[in-house]
């Protein structure tokens, strides 16, 4: 397993050899095909995912059919319905690969086992994944209020490592424009 999980993890102090041994024998490791859902709109989220490579999306269904993209995630990054992970209730978004790539993946009864074993983790993985949704907010204050080139042009400064690995389509949903109205933005820019 690559040192990247354990080195987030271990951003807020030292984890000892023992217990790092113990943390990453707990996760599986998982590659994701671009398109692949993991967790679908209405299914209980089971699944705690650490990105290794690649790119995840946070989709909500519309009455339309369409999902429309309302976060991207990237690599040494935790992706999961939070709510539905804690609370074992159906999610209303789902998750979704918005490239190929690989994850580290820990059912919600594993994680609870690796807590019995390991109390300190919960505390840590909690603080990791609130700075996280504290992350998310911001970067999707920077859009409020903002024509749709103005919002393209925060994205490709905010997040420009997912504009190089995802689809137009993708960005175009998550930007709240048309993809006409993308193209018609990025060749005005170029």
């Known amino acids: ?12 102090g030292p984890i000892p050899a023992a217990d790092q041994a113990l943390i990453e024998a707990a ?14 709109p209405g299914q209980v ?10 790119v995840l999306r ?12 309302h976060f991207f995630l990237k690599e040494n990054q935790f992706c999961t319905m939070l709510a539905s992970f804690t609370t074992q209730q159906p999610t209303i978004e789902g998750i979704q690969a918005a490239c190929a790539g690989q994850v580290l ?14 109390p300190y983790l919960e505390g840590l ?22 024509d749709s080139a103005a919002r393209y042009q925060q994205f490709l400064l905010r997040q420009p490592y ?21 193209s018609r933005i990025r060749k005005a820019l170029r």
């Open 1 to 12: 397993m690559p040192a990247s999980l354990l080195d987030c993890l271990q951003l807020s």
């Open 27 to 40: 996760w599986q490791v998982r590659p994701i095909a671009e398109g692949e859902t993991l967790v679908e």
């Open 45 to 54: 989220c089971r699944e705690l995912f650490f990105i290794q490579e690649g």
């Open 58 to 69: 946070i989709v909500v269904p519309q009455a339309s059919g369409k999902q429309v993209t």
């Open 105 to 118: 993946v820990i059912s919600r009864l594993r994680l609870e086992a690796l807590y019995q074993q390991l």
């Open 125 to 146: 993985l909690m603080q990791i994944i609130q700075q996280g949704l504290l992350d998310k907010i911001a970067v999707r204050r920077a859009y409020l209020g903002q």
């Open 162 to 182: 997912i504009a190089l690995r995802v689809s137009l389509t993708d960005v175009a949903s998550y930007l709240g424009i048309t993809l006409q109205s993308l």
